[in-house]
């Protein structure tokens, strides 16, 4: 039988080194829709990584892996950050429509420079169809 002795009290978002981390990026489609998949990546370094190499990180596996074929034809283009472990997360299914500052715009800048952790989920999206859709929220089924 388990114990409390037998959990960890490390939060998993300090579990791994910022070079060894696990990412999940929420690959939008469509806004209206709610079309979205998930990518989750391994082994990321935080620290080394910049937001213009995980942007072809994540480009080069939706070409390449299986089950991603809808999505090859999206121009995917801005990422934004959706939540981070233990941290609070939106209502929105998809997406974090509050928060504009969480965009990250600099390729240059590193994952670690924003802020990123172990487990934090990013959403990755056209940045033209995402104002449209501030500009009117309405999703359909």
């Not at 388990?2 to 070079?19: G, I």
Request: net charge negative; charged share 25%.
């Amino acid at each position: 039988m388990a114990t409390y002795a037998d959990f960890s009290d490390v939060h998993t978002n300090l579990a791994r080194p910022t070079s060894s981390a696990i990412l999940t990026v929420r690959i939008i489609k469509s806004f209206k829709y709610r079309t979205e998949k998930s990518l989750v990546l391994h082994d990321v370094n935080l620290v080394t990584t910049t937001v213009g190499q995980l942007k072809e990180t994540v480009r080069q596996a939706i070409q390449t892996q299986p089950g991603w074929k809808p999505y090859r034809s999206v121009e995917l283009d801005t990422f934004k950050l959706y939540s981070q472990a233990h941290g609070a997360k939106t209502t929105n299914l998809i997406i974090n429509l509050d928060h504009d500052e969480w965009i990250l715009d600099d390729d240059s800048k590193t994952l670690g420079e924003f802020g990123f952790e172990n487990e934090t989920e990013i959403s990755f999206f056209n940045r033209e169809l995402y104002e449209e859709f501030k500009q009117n929220p309405e999703t359909t089924w």
